[in-house]
């Protein structure tokens, strides 16, 4: 299927028992197995919710999303959180900051790597903004990606790494990947960049 087709007709679908996920394949084998064997059951559960990007009758991938928060000393940078500290106007050091976390997305591999993932991802934190003025305080956006996922969140749609120097990590990442590609780094995105 073509990608500008793809995007131009995708559609979310919360995941149920009767959708067909056999042919589903991503780059990672864990986020492949996830969707296949875990995610319903941790859906049931209701420790993620799982909505499925669908093109026609095609599975193109797949997020699943559910609560976080972030605690404010945890923000490395301290500029960043002297800033969010007084645009909040938060006087204690123990305040947690609420988020939504995107435990897993994944795109088939038939379809990454040609723009897909970053349109989707737009598109799934606009719903999450859309949420934030709607229907429940919500500031920030979570997500442990994987360091061959990096430049996906960091480079290319605006994450910020939450604990660690991302200079350093941006100098090391050929070397961290090569170790081993599904380290996880703690990102978060502000929903303020999206005004
Ligand atoms: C991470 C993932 C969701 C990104 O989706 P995607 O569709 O590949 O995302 P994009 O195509 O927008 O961007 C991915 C890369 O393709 C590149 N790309 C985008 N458009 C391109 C094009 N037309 N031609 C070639 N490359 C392109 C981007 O520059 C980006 O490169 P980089 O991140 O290495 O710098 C997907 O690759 C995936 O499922 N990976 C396996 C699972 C995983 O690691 N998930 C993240 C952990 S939560």
Do not use: W
Request: aromatic share 8%.
């Amino acid at each position: 299927m073509d990608i500008e087709y793809i995007k131009e007709n995708y559609r979310f679908e919360t995941l149920t028992k009767d959708h067909d996920l056999s042919n589903f394949e991503c780059d990672s084998e864990d986020l492949t197995n996830f969707l296949k064997d875990d995610a319903l059951t941790q859906q049931k559960r209701k420790l993620n919710l799982t909505k499925l990007i669908i093109c026609d009758d095609e599975l193109i991938g797949y997020v699943s999303l559910l609560t976080d928060t972030i605690p404010l000393k945890d923000i490395r940078d301290e500029e960043t959180r002297k800033d969010i500290k007084n645009q909040l106007n938060i006087t204690s050091k123990k305040r947690k900051l609420p988020a939504i976390k995107i435990g897993r997305l994944a795109i088939d591999k038939k379809y990454s790597k040609q723009g897909l993932g970053s349109e989707i991802l737009m598109s799934i934190l606009f719903n999450i903004k859309n949420l934030a003025e709607s229907s429940v305080g919500l500031r920030f956006v979570t997500v442990e990606g994987y360091a061959k996922a990096y430049n996906f969140y960091v480079e290319h749609n605006n994450f910020i790494n939450l604990k660690k120097d991302d200079m350093k990590i941006k100098e090391e990442l050929d070397i961290i990947i090569e170790r081993n590609p599904e380290q996880t780094f703690y990102l978060y995105l502000d929903l303020k960049v999206l005004e």
